[in-house]
């Protein structure tokens, strides 16, 4: 149930993966901390600077730690019927044939949706349950109790918010259509695992940051990184977003990107 990760305005998302682990690329290594902060460390250490970091030894109480097995899934909520998202390469919320395409939703039962992750039914798509704010609390409130609520150093730290699509023809092909009442989208199509530097020559002078967060860590991810996910094998991840501050740190970042551009101009 990890929800899809993108660049938007939001301070910061910490991912908490109570079932197997998934591989993040940020823009060295990626520093982790063996307890979680209190509010005052976490924010002076980790928000306020802008960095990320994986925490470890945090949600070692989850009951989802343990319970969270294909056979537990399918018996609490194997039947229901939730929402899926579904690419014909696993891009969802990314840019393709100069449009910003979201994923197809498709509604079917939760155990057919296991059933093509545990390869039981192949499919030539990508199925990924996923869902902003949030598909846990809406689909899945079976599964809220096996989890906390929200992360009470996190929320002390920050006040806490609550938070062109794909079509599938007849034949199976995917087509692409525009929501044409929606409004355009901020976004940089750069693909991290095999960018184009004549387009985005810039991006030579990354030093990208590699992490794998595993089962009952946790990682936050502040506002504004660019960043890039995959999974190494089946998970599952519960995200905490929040909402970002427009403070000193985005008048750097915007000072930064001002400097940036008017470089380029000389």
């Given amino acids: 149930m990890a929800e899809g990760a993108a660049l938007r305005a939001v301070r910061g998302c910490l991912a908490a993966f109570p079932r197997e682990a998934r591989e993040l690329g940020c823009v060295e290594s990626v ?20 960095k990320p970091c994986i925490i470890r ?13 294909l056979a537990y899934l399918r018996e609490v909520v194997g039947r229901k019927v939730v929402s899926v998202a579904v690419t014909p390469n696993g891009y969802a919320d990314a840019v393709f044939h100069d449009r910003f395409v979201m994923p197809e939703e498709r509604h079917m039962p939760f155990m057919d949706f ?16 996923q869902k902003q704010c949030s598909n846990l609390t809406e689909e899945f ?7 906390q609520p929200d992360i009470p150093w996190m929320s002390e730290a920050l006040e806490l918010y609550q938070a062109a ?6 034949d199976g092909s995917f087509e692409i259509v525009d929501e044409k009442t929606a409004e355009k ?12 530097l004549e387009r985005y020559p810039e991006y030579a002078q990354a030093k990208p940051l590699q992490c794998t967060v595993k089962a009952g860590e ?25 909402d970002m501050e427009y403070d ?3 008048s750097y970042y915007q000072l930064l990107d001002c400097l940036t551009k008017a470089v380029k101009a000389l």
């Fill in 31 to 50: 520093p982790c901390l063996d307890r979680p902060p209190s509010p005052l460390e976490f924010y002076r250490e980790w928000v306020s600077p802008n």
């Fill in 57 to 69: 030894n945090a949600i070692g109480h989850w009951p989802a730690l343990r319970k969270w097995t």
């Fill in 114 to 129: 296991l059933d093509i992750v545990e390869k039981k039914v192949t499919s030539p798509s990508v199925f990924y349950v």
């Fill in 141 to 147: 409130p079976e599964l809220i109790c096996d989890v």
């Fill in 165 to 170: 699509t794909y079509k599938v023809s007849e």
């Fill in 185 to 196: 989208v901020p976004w940089i199509p750069l693909d991290p695992l095999n960018p184009n």
């Fill in 218 to 242: 946790m990682l936050y991810l502040p506002s504004l990184w660019f960043h890039h996910v995959q999974q190494s094998h089946g998970c599952i991840a519960v995200n905490y977003w929040y």
């Fill in 248 to 250: 000193l740190k985005y």
